[in-house]
């Protein structure tokens, strides 16, 4: 989950990628545009070959078409939209409150010794415990409203932006802090327009990995005390043996967190914008 | 410039007391710099020279506080070097500009000490990058600057600082000799002026005799200081009959710096 | 011997299965037994009707929306009912003695399982409006005690904890209208291919089953065996005071797989036909223990 | 997750720390050795107090005592020790398979731009699905026996350590492989001499997250046709409230992970060794 | 040595044909390299000179195949080239050492296209090291090194690989006069034994008349070819009365790197 560009030599537009060695017409036709159009397309296609071939019931692998229909009828009588607009607020609260707790606690982890060493054994043991485990934990502390479903995203993305963010600021190249205590700046400036900056790339592909999360554990979040959104969905569909809605659901989880993660990716190559010059 | 603190012609001082810096690692020990004292009395200009991997970079990185010598102590005006300060301004040998500011960026980072306002601010930067001839290139970052200019942004960026100690290690190697030449301006123009206490690595020995007041050589690996000169030639210096002391000392010099039994294979560019 | 594969979890409500291994009564009979756990019925409903087990144990709920959404699978036996199927609820709220005093209470199940058709049943016979809210089974006494929610309609494993973790405040509401029947469905696959298999298998549950009735007190241990602590012989019996243990196949049974399935249909969540006696009598096969047990089977 | 060190300028043993400004002695007296001490004694301080209070029943949120107690219970049983090599030696497989195979097709992606093509989309979109999600699926396709939980803990390990492998073989600084080709170092060379140790820091960025992935994914995994293991046991423990065993397992998991995690950090630091000199 | 691919004279034949090279980013185009012609004939040794930021280093890169020409084509032996190839050998600016491998790791690294066996391989890997005088650092990985060390051991791993032309960006810049003198003799040797065509950039207008057969000056960025000379003189040379014509040229090449009217500010090495 690492998403750190060395700055290349040479860059600019004429820069030559040394990397595929291939054909140049083959990758020119795959361009960007067309490449998940194909990728699509061969899933599809060996997806209704598996379901025509009946290996096992409909009922339980769907044929892209039932799924369809499912997502169609989810559609038509306004529950996806509910669903969809529910969990995006649940997975957003939680990823807003984990990430600037996890930035916040990164930077105190990584900078300040003192708090490094009283935390730090804590969180190591904290990170191999699953959101689900302490779902019923969560409930306990915070309810069975929207508290307890923030908590268990939050949880899980707070700790990946912590870690993340420790690291980057751990790994400072030294160099630049040398220059810039060097060159008299202050702590406050050092920090903000040196240890942040340079940190960035790895908050960012913390922060980055913190929405994956958001959406990955909306699914144990809305397992208590949720009558709507797409984990709950998900969970009734099960409930009811609706294995097509499953599969829609799990696609529009899939292309949703999808789509938010391209927004990040771009968000932070324009802010860290310099990593690839 | 606004600032007057390294006008104080008694700030600056630098002792190199016994100092000597050790390297381990799992292969065993490697001394990278043997027993060196030297005193750099305030608003000097010294250049030390020696050959490849004798130590230079590392005695600058301790006098940065960079690296911690492994006997003896460092002091600056009377108070030992324990880390990296705002007294001691490093022209670094890889540049280490920060490539998430512009070249204008990374200057006024430097210039932030001082509390200029907004248009003084860019203004004084603007005329840093003139000095060295890139105030078309202020919006360039520094993955899209050619060698040189990354070392020109460098020294622009230290400079202005102002700081009363400079240390500069092979400032000037990726510059080409006409560059090079203007720096040489640049840099004595401002040492003149800021009275900054200079210790300058260099491979060149036409170059020290330019512009530094004492010239140290040191020894191959481990280093040690074998040699000493002062130099009194008022400047603006050239290599040349004109200045007949310097033409020795070059000489000495270029002898010191050859191993073997001095061997003439006329490739040196031996002044007739 | 062939090997079956059977997705039970040790629970108190089916002393046939465990007093059946405790005799060893599926190897005399050549059964190679391979038994799998799951959390909850329906999980071992879902690998049954994946092809991976031959029999699964569960209450009939899940049985039902496997019937509406046509999968492949029968009930061959229903081994108990449970007949303490109860509200509960915190003395802080109320004192929980008609189903009126769960008027615009905030009420926690489980919703899409039996105990939310139970609900339902009794706030619907009662003309009873409370909200309903989601919860799982395991967070329903915590919520509880934090009054997240004022009453509760849980899986009756979870009474016994409810009842301590409450202490004083715990009360209950025994209202009638339903019974959860542990039923045993085997897959499309032993139905059709495997009839021996089956009648030897419904023999050895059979037996265990005459042998329950005779000695309730060794059904006890044997069940508080399996539980491995969880559960102590007195505990069981207390249980089994709401538990009407016996193998049979009836038209109680169908009866409430239909009125459950025109629950479930009226959700909207399936799509799926009103369900009829017949079309529910279809996924009932009473072949087998007939074979085995005629006199347990009562269906018209 | 980050765990790349720059090549500091310095380095060696005398090198100054440039980072935490703070009283010498204040970071001499926590040295390595006591800081994990110092923060058990801590979070056990503070947890004591809380549970003291009485706030919350001690069903809910127990002691430490009656934790340490539970711990006990289950050594005295056996089941301690019996879940924990079972439980460890499903993660194990599951992590082998899956970070063989994510390292494989992290290598493929990233560097057959066809392959790129045609399965990145597609691992995007697989990338916001949780496993617990999959694990009705994971059974009808790969059965209640180990097949499924292998298959559980291998896609989550597979797709993290994927991507991972997939960033850092795309993003070898350009002037690695310029030197390569320029040396006229045959594929096969430049693969295992250059582009392997290049995007080794990366790559190992990726397992150590797979191997918490591994971990975290136990549970979920053994929702299902499980019958030992500690996820299992998380799961008994829940249906009969038995907080006090919760909380000593989630202890055992964290325990457990923070072990692994160490020891892998600890290989990956000697093995990728000229990052930090 | 044992290969002798570099040895067939007529192989090596460099083509840069009506080449220009535009960079593009947000805020515009920029011209890094005007449109130069240029042809390298087999086995010979050619200088390019220049101000910083003029496209030396653009220069090299299009010819190493790293860019792409944004017009023109450029040949190697008739092929066009399209990316980076054996034929082509470059020493790196920025040294490109493998930070994985040691000293000999990467030079190593460069001898294996050769199929030589185990300890062949260790030999000639340590006698590469050894003539630039790193024997003693062999086992030290690049982090361990100082500049010009690892200046030195990417120049022995270029060397070693024999390639039949040879680029070459400031090879020389980190090192001290001795041992860069040792480098030169010890690329003429290199050069002259296997006689691949050499393409040299540098800032020392002495280095490039010692050394080469042509000699480009650029003009200031975008850089182009504003003077080109032959020097016949035989080897070993020296910038010495010996060399009258040298001298000559080489007050020529100052001047026109001068950008101002030739003020005589006296501070260049002005030879009498
Ligand atoms: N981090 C390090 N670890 C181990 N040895 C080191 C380290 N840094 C430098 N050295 C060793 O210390 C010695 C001196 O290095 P230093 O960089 O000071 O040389 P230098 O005089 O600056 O040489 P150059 O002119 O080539 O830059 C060298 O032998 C080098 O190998
Ligand atoms: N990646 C890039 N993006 C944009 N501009 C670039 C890039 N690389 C180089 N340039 C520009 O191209 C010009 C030529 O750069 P180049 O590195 O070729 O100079 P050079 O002649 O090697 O200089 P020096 O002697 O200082 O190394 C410079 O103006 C530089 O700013
Ligand atoms: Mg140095
Ligand atoms: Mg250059």
Redesign the interface.
Same mark, same amino acid.
Do not use: K
């Given at each position: 989950?690492?998403?750190?560009?060395?700055?290349?030599?040479?860059?600019? /537009?004429?820069?030559?990628r040394?990397?595929?060695?291939?054909p140049a017409l083959?990758?020119g036709v795959?361009g960007s545009v067309?490449?998940?159009l194909?990728?699509?397309v061969?899933?599809l296609a060996i997806w209704s070959l598996v379901s025509a071939l009946k290996v096992?019931?409909d009922?339980?692998?769907p044929s892209p078409w039932s799924v369809a229909s499912a997502f169609a009828?989810m559609m038509e009588?306004g529950v996806f939209f509910s669903d969809l607009g529910i969990s995006v607020s649940r997975a957003a609260t939680g990823f807003v409150i984990g990430a600037s707790l996890g930035v916040a606690m990164g930077v105190l982890t990584g900078?300040?010794?003192?708090i490094r060493?009283?935390?730090?054994?804590?969180m190591?043991?904290?990170?191999?415990?699953?959101a689900?485990?302490?779902?019923?934990?969560a409930?306990?502390w915070f309810?069975?409203?929207e508290g307890s479903k923030y908590f268990v995203i939050s949880y899980t993305v707070f700790l990946?932006v912590w870690?993340?963010t420790h690291?980057?600021m751990?790994?400072?190249?030294?160099?630049?802090?040398? /220059?810039?205590?060097?060159?008299?700046?202050s702590?406050l400036?050092e920090f903000f327009?040196?240890v942040i900056?340079?940190a /960035?790339p790895?908050i960012f /592909?913390?922060i980055r990995?913190g929405v994956?999360l958001a959406?990955?554990?909306?699914?144990?979040a809305e397992?208590?005390?949720?009558?709507s959104g797409i984990g709950?969905r998900?969970?009734?569909?099960?409930?009811?043996?609706?294995t097509d809605r499953?599969f829609a659901l799990?696609?529009e989880?899939?292309?949703?967190?999808?789509i938010v993660?391209?927004i990040v990716h771009r968000i932070g190559k324009r802010i860290?914008h310099?990593?690839q010059? | 410039m606004s600032s007057n603190i390294a006008a104080l012609a008694d700030e600056g001082r630098v002792e190199i007391d016994h100092v000597s810096i050790r390297f381990t690692s799992k292969k065993g020990d490697h001394l990278a710099l043997a027993e060196t004292r030297l005193q750099l009395e305030p608003g000097t200009f010294t250049a030390l020279i020696g050959p490849s991997g004798c130590g230079k970079s590392t005695l600058l990185n301790a006098l940065a506080g960079f690296v911690e010598p492994t006997a003896g102590q460092i002091r600056i005006d009377g108070r030992p070097v324990d880390g990296p300060g705002p007294n001691v301004g490093v022209v670094f040998q890889q540049y280490a500009l920060f490539p998430w500011f512009t070249a204008l960026g990374n200057v006024k980072f430097a210039l932030q000490r001082f509390g200029l306002g907004k248009t003084e601010l860019h203004e004084r930067a603007m005329a840093a990058l003139a000095e060295v001839g890139l105030e078309t290139q202020a919006d360039k970052f520094p993955g899209q600057l050619s060698g040189g200019m990354k070392q020109r942004v460098g020294i622009a960026r230290t400079l202005a600082y102002e700081p009363k100690v400079l240390l500069m290690d092979e400032p000037f190697g990726a510059l080409d000799a006409q560059t090079r030449r203007e720096m040489h301006d640049l840099l004595l123009r401002v040492w003149e002026k800021h009275k900054a206490t200079v210790l300058f690595v260099t491979h060149d020995v036409d170059e020290a005799l330019l512009l530094a007041d004492h010239v140290h050589v040191l020894s191959r690996a481990p280093g040690r200081i074998i040699r000493s000169y002062d130099l009194s030639a008022s400047r603006p210096r050239a290599i040349s009959r004109d200045f007949p002391d310097l033409l020795d000392t070059r000489e000495e010099i270029l002898a010191l710096l050859k191993p073997e039994p001095a061997e003439d294979r006329g490739d040196v560019a031996s002044v007739s | 011997a062939d090997t079956v594969n059977f997705a039970w979890t040790p629970n108190p409500q089916t002393p046939q299965v465990d007093v059946a291994l405790a005799k060893g009564y599926f190897e005399d009979a050549g059964i190679d037994l391979n038994i799998v756990s799951f959390p909850s019925g329906r999980e071992g409903f879902e690998a049954l009707l994946g092809g991976q087990v031959d029999f699964a144990f569960m209450a009939e709920f899940p049985a039902v929306t496997g019937a509406l959404t046509g999968q492949d699978f029968g009930v061959v036996a229903d081994l108990a009912r449970f007949t303490g199927s109860r509200i509960i609820g915190s003395a802080e709220y109320g004192q929980f003695e008609t189903p009126a005093d769960l008027e615009g209470l905030q009420i926690g199940t489980t919703l899409g399982t039996n105990v939310d058709y139970y609900l339902s049943e009794v706030l619907s016979g009662a003309d009873v409006q409370a909200e309903v809210i989601n919860a799982s089974p395991v967070d329903l006494v915590s919520s509880l005690v934090r009054g997240d929610i004022q009453a509760a309609v849980m899986f009756p494993t979870f009474y016994a904890n409810a009842k301590s973790t409450l202490g004083d405040n715990y009360r209950e509401l025994r209202a009638p209208g339903y019974q959860v029947h542990f039923i045993i469905a085997a897959s499309g696959d032993a139905i059709e291919n495997k009839q021996e298999m089956m009648e030897v298998f419904l023999g050895a549950l059979a037996k265990a089953d005459a042998d329950v009735k005779a000695d309730p007190k060794a059904a006890m241990e044997a069940v508080a065996a399996n539980m491995k602590g969880a559960m102590d012989v007195a505990a069981v019996e207390t249980m089994w005071q709401d538990v009407d243990v016996g193998m049979e196949l009836d038209d109680d049974l169908l009866n409430l797989l239909v009125s459950e399935g025109k629950w479930i249909v009226s959700k909207g969540v399936i799509k799926a036909d009103e369900p009829t006696t017949e079309s529910m009598r279809a996924y009932i096969v009473d072949a087998p223990l007939k074979a085995v047990a005629p006199s347990a089977v009562d269906l018209n």
């Open positions: 989950m690492v998403d750190i560009r060395e700055t290349s030599a040479a860059g600019g /537009a004429s820069s030559r040394v990397v595929p060695r291939l083959v990758a795959m067309a490449s998940p194909i990728s699509f061969i899933v096992v019931p009922a339980i692998f009828e009588n900078r300040v010794a003192v060493t009283v935390l730090n054994p804590f190591t043991l904290l990170r191999p415990i699953p689900i485990a302490l779902v019923p934990v409930i306990v309810g069975i409203g990946t870690f993340n690291h980057g751990e790994y400072i190249p030294d160099i630049y802090l040398r /220059a810039s205590q060097s060159l008299g700046a702590r400036r327009q040196v900056p340079a /960035a790895h /592909a913390g990995l994956a959406f990955l554990s909306l699914v144990a397992l208590s005390g949720a009558s709950y998900l969970q009734e569909s099960r409930q009811y043996i609706r499953m799990l696609i989880l899939g292309v949703l967190g999808a993660d391209t860290v310099w990593q010059s | - | -």
